[in-house]
């Protein structure tokens, strides 16, 4: 389900004349798979060679494996909930007001997840952590949001659009509240022996 950046490595035997093999560098063929008309599966998909010359058109090529595997899967998009995770606490006397997301000025409460069908179906949430411990001032800051499955761990495989949202978290001081020392008054005695 994870989608591959590239293929793995194919060799090629190339069959000629031995002048004709002297001209013959890596660069002069390639290796390709046609997926045409493939739906989404595993399939076994046929090793085609083809020169990048028009004088090398009299050789015979062959390539190992001659066959790859290949999992194709449909590529989807869905819209997500945007969630936020607030951690830490704010000094006494300081109050932490309500989070707000944007992106560019506009106010989002969800995201595009694109990938593979069985990969975006794993999203549960999308979610953006801040840590606002022992902060006195608003906490602002661009947050990548990161996609979470149904155990709160990031789904690999996925891309999230957009893919930075700033986050806002409001720390104000609290009015009329200020620190005064507290003097107990003991009333009584304690038992006898304590």
Do not use: C, W
Request: aromatic share 4%; proline share 10%; hydrophobic share 40%.
């Amino acid at each position: 389900g994870m989608p591959r950046a590239g293929l793995p490595a194919v060799n090629v035997t190339v069959l000629a004349d031995t002048a004709t093999l002297k001209n013959v560098q890596q660069s002069s063929i390639r290796a390709l798979v046609d997926l045409s008309g493939l739906g989404p599966g595993e399939h076994q998909v046929p090793v085609d060679v083809e020169t990048t010359r028009s004088d090398l058109k009299r050789v015979t090529f062959e390539a190992r494996p001659s066959f790859l595997p290949i999992r194709l899967e449909q590529e989807i998009t869905r819209t997500v909930p945007l969630t936020i995770e607030v951690a830490g606490t704010v000094p006494f006397s300081f109050e932490a007001g309500t989070p707000r997301l944007t992106v560019q000025n506009q106010p989002v409460q969800s995201v595009l997840v694109r990938g593979p069908q069985s990969r975006v179906e794993r999203v549960k949430i999308v979610g953006v952590q801040v840590d606002i411990d022992r902060l006195t001032a608003n906490y602002s800051s661009p947050r990548t949001p990161v996609a979470l499955g149904d155990d709160s761990q990031p789904v690999a495989g996925v891309s999230v659009v957009p893919a930075t949202v700033d986050v806002l978290v409001p720390i104000v001081s609290s009015a009329g509240i200020k620190r005064v020392p507290i003097v107990p008054q003991l009333v009584g005695q304690p038992a006898s022996g304590f």
